[in-house]
């Protein structure tokens, strides 16, 4: 026989079915509230986490998590060995929608909804668990397409608890063994790229999102670790999907780009969040890098992110208002782990609630975000002072070429010579600017150097330098250099226009 089902809002439970609670809020609950598919998993390893967090508080040795996906037979299974769920709660529990008993406790979890979010996305959705100590294993399984038939009738008028009650059924069986809890989604529904079934995107998302370790290679880790590891309980879960290598954070010295340069993190600052009473709000570190531009998403670590639980709350974006200009975000590399219980993750945990504590975090993390928006400025201002260089110089020994082609009168190598003369001025002014990029301008103050006396050589002596049209007769000559300045003086394209007069002198002279 069924359990009474409880219903309640917030920390208030509802025993019995008494309470008359629409069946819109299931669907709310399941359906409309999580937008990304992959949320699933987030919701999922947030339980076995505090599962396992619970098993450790007891003694017990726990930490690991498994997850099976089957695209073919559409199935998908995550199983802890955290401290399960006793078999005279497992119903109760599992029926309740919105009664959390962790709310108020160090648990990830407190809106008591997280588990049903696998009812958007299969036909059937079970769980399964034996509890430390005993030697029954109890599941209870879903019908998610007859909830769903139930949601969408609108001449069902059955209630929320007759509901569930209707499409939920639960087993107990004997079985000894170790404590664990599986959920097992069954018919999982194909969803455009269909990542909730692909084992790479699955690891590439809760490396992000999960409580589990820096990656060893990650030269920084051992630094955040003792600086963080004090305040902040950082995750250390072994999770494993189709038996593969256990899922890493994502930060590592270098990161690779597809089609651009490698990320390269090179240096990490703290920071420390006062709360408004005195204790710690939250603590966080950003990796600073050089800044050249957005950062690719294919690196997993774009944006200041924010974690709770070390659990990431919502995406990169979530403190994009920190900075001067939110554009910074993605720039940025970084987590903030917030310790402030008052900090409060939103339903849907994309983001927090709008508090004087959410005020104070992002007030106090505006330095930050001003210190990176400055990098960014600095370092673009740098890129684009290298590139006019580039130019400056270019356009200098070009004009080079045409005076040494020795094909211009004497008012047309004046000319000539101002402009290379005021491209070199231009490079050496550049170049006199503090901060660029450093040990890039060196190889260019010799360049500059060169250019400015190979200019002193064709123009700065009293007479110009041996020309081809030194063989023709002075008016034609006259004529050819009349011409060709006015070619020069014409052409939008200097180097083209070189190449023609080449060209003709080749033939004429
Ligand atoms: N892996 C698990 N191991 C043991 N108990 C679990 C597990 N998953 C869920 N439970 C139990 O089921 C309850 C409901 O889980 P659910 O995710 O719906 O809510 P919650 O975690 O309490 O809050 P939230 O909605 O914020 O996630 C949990 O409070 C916990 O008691
Ligand atoms: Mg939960």
Known sequence: MSAPIRLAKASQVVEGSPAVVGKDVLELLSTAMYVDPLTIYREYVQNAADA???????????????IVLDAAARTASIRDDGAGIPASDFRRVLTSVGASAKRGTEARGFRGVGRLSGLAYARSLSFQSRAA???????????????????RDTAD?????????????TTITDEAGDPYFEVRLEGVARQGDDRVMSPGAVADYLSEIAPVPLDTSFSHGAA??????????????????????????????????????????REIAFVEVPSIDGGIAAVGWIAHHDYEGAIHPSTHVRGLRVRAGDVQVGEAGVLADVFPESRFDAWTVGEVHVLDARIVPNGRRDDFERNVHLANLKNHLAPLGRDVANRCRTSSRDRKRLRDL????????????VLAQGGLNAAGRDRMALGVE????????????????????????GE??????????????????????????????????????????CSANRSAAKSLVDRIMAKVA
């Open 52 to 66: 396992i967090d619970q098993a450790r508080a007891g003694g017990h040795d726990a930490g690991r998590i498994a």
């Open 133 to 151: 100590g005993e030697a029954r294993v109890s599941t209870m399984t879903w019908n998610c397409q007859a909830l769903r038939t139930a949601l």
């Open 157 to 169: 008028t059955r209630d929320l608890a007759a509901i569930i009650d209707a499409i939920t059924t």
């Open 224 to 265: 955040i670790a003792e600086r963080l590891g004090g305040t902040v309980a950082l995750g250390d879960l072994t999770i494993t999907i189709n038996g593969g290598e256990p899922v890493m954070r994502p930060f590592r010295d270098e990161l690779p780009v597809d089609g651009g340069r490698p990320l390269r993190l």
């Open 390 to 401: 580039e130019l400056e110089q270019a356009a200098a020994r070009e004009g080079l070429a």
């Open 422 to 445: 005021l491209s070199l001025m231009r490079a050496e002014k550049l170049l006199g600017e503090p901060d660029l990029v450093d040990g890039s301008n060196s190889g260019d103050r």
């Open 448 to 489: 500059v150097a060169r250019l400015r006396s190979e200019l002193e050589q064709l123009a700065g002596a009293d007479a110009p330098a041996a020309s081809p049209l030194d063989r023709l007769s002075p008016d034609r000559r006259e004529f050819y250099e009349e011409m060709f300045s006015l070619i020069y003086d």
